[in-house]
């Protein structure tokens, strides 16, 4: 996959509108349902096209903290230059190179976003291409870091130095 692509979409919507109709229509269920939507188009995926990784659901538990942390670490930065006088960009884009297979590289990139102030914008072969508000910061450090997480929760061994 040379970028990412929107063949996902029909089955997103396929599977919000089912949680909708299962939640009556409530959009603030939303905040349970989109975490909660990513994980199933991510195991429909998995189990559509199994390949030698396997996601690990103990691990998957164990890698929720994390998520959570990240996801508030995100939110807190991106609504704190949203509300600063002056907002706070050095905007950038890097390549970080991955030794993750697919699928474990696209719930990578995905979860990159999690990070503050960071978005994928092109998945390649062995690389990301990162979009970040701040790219004087450690950014390559939390992404070898999430790397990591993600190499563990689907028992992928780092390769040899």
């Known amino acids: ?3 990412l692509d929107f063949r996902l979409l029909p089955k997103f919507a396929l599977f919000v ?3 909708l109709i299962l939640c009556g229509g409530n959009l603030a269920s939303l905040l349970v349902g989109g975490p909660t939507i990513a994980i199933a188009l991510f195991v429909w995926e998995l189990n559509r096209n199994p390949e030698s990784i396997v996601l690990r659901p103990l691990r998957l538990i164990g890698f929720a903290p994390f998520f959570l942390n990240e996801s508030l670490r995100g939110g807190i930065d991106a609504a704190s230059r949203a509300f600063s006088g002056r907002p706070r960009l050095s905007c950038g884009m890097i390549s970080f190179e991955t030794f993750l297979p697919e699928p474990a590289r696209v719930f ?3 979860v990159v976003g999690l990070l503050p102030g960071t978005l994928t914008a092109q ?3 062995n690389s990301l291409l990162v979009h970040t508000l701040d790219h004087t910061k450690a950014v390559a450090q939390d ?3 999430l790397e ?3 190499a563990y929760l689907f028992a992928i061994r780092w390769p040899e130095s």
Request: glycine residues 6%.
């Open 1 to 3: 996959m040379s970028t």
């Open 17 to 19: 509108g089912v949680w």
């Open 108 to 110: 990578f990139a995905t």
């Open 123 to 125: 998945v390649a072969e």
């Open 143 to 145: 992404l070898r870091l």
């Open 148 to 150: 990591a997480r993600v």
